[in-house]
């Protein structure tokens, strides 16, 4: 079955520190995986996409690793600002239809 | 540019009543999605158009949800009659295109609450 399984479910940190966020999926055959950021009472917004061939990509603060391999990714977030307070969102694309996580909530306090 | 519209924002509803909700794609976007997000999961489609026509609803509840995109740009989805685990953030998001790498742009979402 495809799964995508998310970890913490939720987090708080402060202000100006780092943290990471984990994704692990079962998902196969698969084409991109995205991290989406959704602030409450809003739609989810892309923040990176990578293929299977891709290892890192970066969105300003934002920095996504995927090992195809293991079948994981994280978002890893640097310096982190009061704004970045959201659930976090991994999204796994196999052939048919998305397959979206639950999500990680982040709250960021000052 | 602006982005993709949804109304209303809330609704509060009885069970066995009916409900619609409205959404307006980013202009030129082919693709429209209809999406639900029970509290605490992350969104499953519901319906996936591409123009106006259906490309995958496979994951519709089709006796009591139904959905259309007549002339391929706003869309409607309709709840009859609403059960209580219908109580959902229902999302809409639009894309250029269906394209495995394509960017999906999502609405505010209209959060319903039956009662």
């Given at each position: 079955k495809n799964q995508v399984e998310q970890s913490p479910q939720s987090l708080i940190i402060l202000e100006g520190k780092n943290c990471t966020l984990q994704c692990n999926y079962t998902v196969s055959p698969f084409s991109n995986l995205r991290w989406y950021k959704q602030d409450t009472g809003r739609g989810?917004?892309?923040?990176?996409?990578?293929?299977?061939?891709?290892?890192?990509?970066?969105?300003?603060?934002?920095?996504?690793?995927?090992?195809?391999?293991?079948?994981?990714?994280?978002?890893?977030?640097?310096?982190?600002?009061?704004?970045?307070?959201?659930?976090?969102?991994?999204?796994?694309?196999?052939?048919?239809?998305?397959?979206?996580?639950?999500?990680?909530?982040?709250?960021?306090?000052? | 540019e602006a982005g993709v519209a949804q109304s209303p924002r809330y609704k509060i509803i009885e069970?066995?009543?009916?409900?619609?909700?409205?959404?307006?794609?980013?202009?030129?976007?082919?693709?429209?999605?209809?999406?639900?997000?029970?509290?605490?999961?992350?969104?499953?489609l519901l319906i996936q158009f591409q123009n106006n026509g259906v490309?995958?609803?496979?994951?519709?509840?089709?006796?009591?949800?139904?959905?259309?995109?007549?002339k391929g740009v706003d869309s409607t989805l309709k709840i009859q009659p609403a059960k209580l685990e219908d109580s959902a953030v229902y999302l809409c998001a639009s894309s250029k295109g269906a394209n495995v790498n394509e960017k999906l742009f999502f609405g505010s979402g209209t959060q319903l609450s039956v009662l």
């Open positions: 989810p917004v892309s923040l990176t996409i990578m293929t299977f061939s891709e290892n890192t990509k970066s969105n300003g603060r934002y920095t996504a690793t995927l090992d195809a391999d293991t079948k994981q990714s994280s978002l890893h977030i640097t310096a982190s600002q009061l704004s970045d307070s959201a659930s976090y969102i991994c999204v796994v694309r196999p052939p048919r239809w998305l397959i979206f996580g639950a999500g990680t909530r982040l709250a960021v306090h000052p | 069970k066995r009543q009916s409900v619609a909700f409205w959404c307006n794609p980013i202009s030129g976007h082919a693709t429209l999605y209809w999406y639900q997000q029970i509290l605490g999961q992350g969104p499953k490309v995958d609803d496979s994951q519709l509840p089709k006796d009591r949800f139904s959905a259309e995109r007549l």
